[in-house]
């Protein structure tokens, strides 16, 4: 399956961004999905991360309260609301796939080319 995300930009400290994972085929749904970002010289490491079927969600300290992971299996699409953004989320944000437990960053594979979020102070 490939992933594509979508919906980064500039953006002023305090707002919002929402950004979207679209994937090429329906088997995506019966995967975890899960949104990672890499700022300059740093690791790539989850944020969010949906279990398919949506019923569990998993967030990094950083982001909980601000951020809010969804899926609507009928458009093949996650989707990551970002609200409150200060500068330190800017990075390069992805998605994947994993059938393993969704809050387990190493199960994660099918990274597609990520989007580019600046927030600025």
């Known amino acids: 399956v490939q992933l594509q995300a979508s919906g980064g930009g500039l953006v002023q400290a305090g707002g919002s961004l929402r950004l979207s994972c679209a994937a090429s085929?329906?088997?995506?749904?019966?995967?975890?999905t899960g949104w990672f970002r890499q700022a300059p010289g740093k690791e790539r490491g989850l944020i969010a991360a949906?279990?398919?079927?949506?019923?569990?969600?998993y967030y990094t300290d950083s982001v909980k309260g601000r951020f809010a992971v969804s899926r609507d299996d009928a458009l093949n699409t996650v989707y990551l609301q970002m609200n409150n953004l200060k500068p330190e989320d800017t990075a390069v944000y992805s998605c994947?796939?994993?059938?393993?437990?969704?809050?387990?960053?190493?199960?994660?594979?099918?990274w597609g080319q990520g989007t580019l979020v600046t927030v600025s102070s």
């Open positions: 949906i279990s398919w079927g949506g019923g569990s969600t």
């Open positions: 085929r329906r088997t995506a749904n019966h995967y975890s």
């Open positions: 994947a796939v994993s059938s393993g437990p969704y809050s387990w960053q190493r199960g994660y594979k099918n």
